[in-house]
């Protein structure tokens, strides 16, 4: 099984900076995304990371450490249109790379 | 639009009575997946399938819940006697792989409540 662990919770201003971590026990490792969904609306992806570090793209930013469970996303220059659920999805060991477990997600309101 | 459809986008019903809704995803994606989600809370799996074969199927899915995707290409999910606490959103996703790895694509979504 797997815990995934993030804040409920972010309000932020325009132009601001977030980050958005996310902790999980996964069994077995292959990688973790994140996902955009806006209320009412499908989720849609962000990013990828399966290697240790940073990768960017654009005005976001996903972090991954595999040795620590550990994974962020930050987004920059926030704009209005960020206000958004934030989900983070590890994904677990090869034999069950179908199987996509997501966190509840994290609310971030970006105020004027 | 070649996206992931779903069908209907909103159904209401009567506790007891069974319901089926319909997927169809991004034509050559061989992945399949199935959720709920509830408000507040991130996407629940319910199962998957590559191709036509229904590969895993969830725990916690009781068998009143049952899925087919008879030629690999779309998909359907069956609720018998439904119950109130299956009133959720159903969400649809499909992608692309042959590996281990692969972005999902998800449909609108079917918003079922049961009265």
């Known amino acids: 099984g797997q815990n995934i662990d993030q804040p409920t919770e972010m309000t932020a201003t325009e132009g601001a900076i977030v980050q958005i971590n996310c902790t999980y026990q996964?069994?077995?490792?292959?990688?973790l995304f994140w996902y955009q969904q806006h209320a009412g609306e499908a989720p849609t992806f962000l990013s990828y990371?399966?290697?240790?570090g940073l990768e960017e793209k654009g005005r976001f930013s996903s972090f991954l450490s595999r040795s620590k469970g550990y994974s962020y996303l930050l987004l920059k220059e926030l704009q209005m249109k960020d206000s958004a659920s934030y989900l983070c999805?590890?994904?677990?060991?090869?034999?069950?790379?179908?199987?996509?477990?997501f966190g509840a997600g994290t609310q971030v309101v970006v105020t004027p | 639009d070649t996206g992931v459809s779903q069908d209907p986008r909103h159904k209401i019903t009567k506790r007891g009575q069974n319901v089926t809704f319909r997927c169809d995803p991004i034509s050559e994606h061989n992945r399949l997946y199935w959720y709920r989600q509830t408000l507040g809370q991130g996407p629940e799996f319910l199962t998957y399938?590559?191709?036509?074969?229904?590969?895993?199927k969830s725990r916690l899915l009781s068998d009143r819940f049952s899925a087919e995707r008879p030629k690999g290409s779309f998909s359907t999910l069956e609720i018998q006697r439904t119950e109130q606490g299956d009133s959720a959103m159903y969400l649809c996703?499909?992608?692309f792989g042959t590996g281990d790895t692969n972005e999902q694509f998800f449909g609108p979504g079917t918003r079922l409540t049961v009265l």
């Open positions: 399938f590559q191709n036509e074969a229904q590969l895993e």
């Open positions: 990371n399966v290697l240790d």
């Open positions: 999805a590890p994904q677990g060991a090869t034999d069950s790379w179908g199987k996509f477990q």
């Open positions: 996703a499909s992608s």
């Open positions: 996964t069994s077995g490792f292959n990688g």
